[in-house]
C-alpha cells in the first residue's frame, strides 16, 4: 500500500488523503508490536501514520486460538505507543 500512495497526505480541513493503512494482524504481545513498528519505521517511512488501538476484543470463535483469544492489556498499550515514539513514528491513539 505504501509504495501505491505514498506517506500520508492532508488537505487543507487536515482530513487524510492518499494515505495507506497497514493493519498487522493481532500483534499483541510487545516483542511483536515492536518488530512490525521497527519494520514500519524502517522499511516503510517513519512518516507512515500510525493508530494503536486497544479496543480489540475475541468475538466469536476467537477465544478459542491463544494468539488472540484476550483483549490488549493497558501495560501492552502503552508499551507499543512508547515503542513507536522510540522509533519516531508519527500517528495517533485513541486513549
Given at each position: 500500500?505504501?509504495?501505491?500512495?505514498?506517506d500520508?497526505?492532508?488537505?487543507?480541513?487536515?482530513?487524510?488523503?492518499?494515505?495507506?493503512?497497514?493493519?498487522?494482524?493481532?500483534?499483541?504481545?510487545?516483542?511483536?508490536?515492536?518488530?512490525?513498528?521497527?519494520?514500519?519505521?524502517?522499511?516503510?517511512?517513519?512518516?507512515?501514520?500510525?493508530?494503536?488501538?486497544?479496543?480489540?476484543?475475541?468475538?466469536?470463535?476467537?477465544?478459542?486460538?491463544?494468539?488472540?483469544?484476550?483483549?490488549?492489556?493497558?501495560?501492552e498499550?502503552?508499551?507499543?505507543?512508547?515503542?513507536?515514539?522510540?522509533l519516531?513514528?508519527?500517528?495517533?491513539?485513541?486513549?
Amino acid at each position: 500500500m505504501h509504495r501505491q500512495v505514498g506517506d500520508l497526505k492532508t488537505d487543507s480541513h487536515g482530513i487524510a488523503r492518499g494515505s495507506s493503512h497497514s493493519t498487522p494482524g493481532h500483534a499483541r504481545r510487545v516483542a511483536s508490536s515492536e518488530a512490525v513498528l521497527r519494520f514500519i519505521a524502517e522499511e516503510i517511512s517513519v512518516h507512515t501514520y500510525v493508530n494503536i488501538m486497544d479496543q480489540y476484543r475475541p468475538e466469536y470463535h476467537a477465544c478459542e486460538h491463544v494468539p488472540i483469544n484476550r483483549r490488549v492489556t493497558h501495560k501492552e498499550y502503552v508499551e507499543a505507543t512508547q515503542i513507536a515514539k522510540r522509533l519516531q513514528l508519527t500517528g495517533d491513539s485513541d486513549s
